[in-house]
């Protein structure tokens, strides 16, 4: 697998490429991967204006472009490619993207040889984890989905 780098590391290689006078920082970016964390949003800030955008597998991330500005979110674990059109249709940019899990405050409980997933904050609290026990899954999505009903209005 490519090296992997970071929303920094990108977008400091689009103002090395720009500084240096390349009319595109495509070939940088390309060359590597970007990461973003599951559940989690990250802005890529583009050289050319994209007009379009080809997901390899919507269901591991969803991109949507905003100005010169494409805002990625980490969707499912996994890898896929993402590849950005300008208004002829022609290629600007293939980027390989990679979905990882948010480890920093998960902990994951093996009981019975079923898993259960939770963010450990100051409390633990359930969170949904793709590879979690059905049963525990399907009780957390729908706390989940009541909470939002409430802080909506609905019930």
């Known amino acids: 697998m490519v090296g992997l780098r970071t929303i920094r590391d990108w977008v400091l290689a689009a103002s090395v490429s720009l500084a240096s006078g390349l009319v595109t920082a495509a070939p940088l970016l390309a060359a590597s991967g970007f990461t973003v964390p599951i559940d989690q949003v990250a802005i890529l800030s583009t050289v050319a204006k994209p007009r379009a955008i080809i997901l390899g597998n919507p269901s591991i ?3 949507t472009l905003q100005g010169d500005r494409l805002v990625i979110t980490g969707k ?3 890898t ?11 290629t600007i940019s293939e980027i390989p993207l990679t979905v990882v899990g948010d480890s920093t405050d998960r902990v994951s409980v093996f009981k019975g040889g079923k898993r259960y997933s939770y963010s450990c904050t100051d409390n633990c609290n359930p969170v949904l984890d793709i590879g979690d026990d059905n049963q525990f899954f399907d009780d957390t999505a729908r706390q989940i989905g ?3 009903g409430l802080a909506t209005g609905g019930r």
């Not at 896929?80 to 022609?90: M, S």
């Open 61 to 63: 991330a969803d991109a």
């Open 76 to 78: 499912s674990y996994g």
């Open 80 to 90: 896929t490619n993402l590849i950005l059109l300008d208004e002829n249709g022609a």
């Open 146 to 148: 009541t909470k939002g």
